[in-house]
């Protein structure tokens, strides 16, 4: 079973969030690209390195200290999201996504915890070059080549 068939599983039972992702993979897309210091169109160009500094900055290291660990991932609350992304940031997550913008927060909250535990699966932040080649091989897992 793939990372995408995994979050689908873990989420089936959150108000209809599988069926979401699953008719929309530009939610995952948009994710990862928060994630990737190459693409600028959401978040800039900080990528997974400059979200670590982001919730340390919001006072929630800790909670990313644990999706990168290799325990379990604590959930993230919309408020939560939106305190270290912006209204900015979800904004553009949003235009990428396709989705309304308060929607942003809770669909955003349910897919990277996950996605931020598949790209550190030995629980430390790969380097630049392991992560453009994680998220290259996820973006094309959800584009079907």
Known sequence: ???????????GGLGGLAQVVAQNPQI?????ALL??????????GGLGGLVG????????QMMSQWISTGPNPPISPD???KVLGS??????????????GDAASLLASVLPGLVDHLT???QVPSAT???????????RLSGR
């Open 130 to 140: 392991d992560l453009q080649s994680s998220l290259g091989g996820l973006l094309a």
């Open 1 to 11: 079973m793939g990372f995408l068939d995994n979050l689908l599983k873990q989420s």
């Open 36 to 45: 990737n210091p190459k693409d600028p169109s959401v978040g800039g160009t």
């Open 121 to 123: 699966p030995n629980g």
């Open 54 to 61: 982001a919730f340390s900055k919001a006072g929630l290291g």
């Open 88 to 101: 900015d940031v979800l904004g553009q997550f949003a235009q990428k996504a396709g989705v309304a913008p």
């Open 80 to 82: 939560q999201l939106s």
């Open 28 to 32: 995952v897309s948009a994710a990862v």
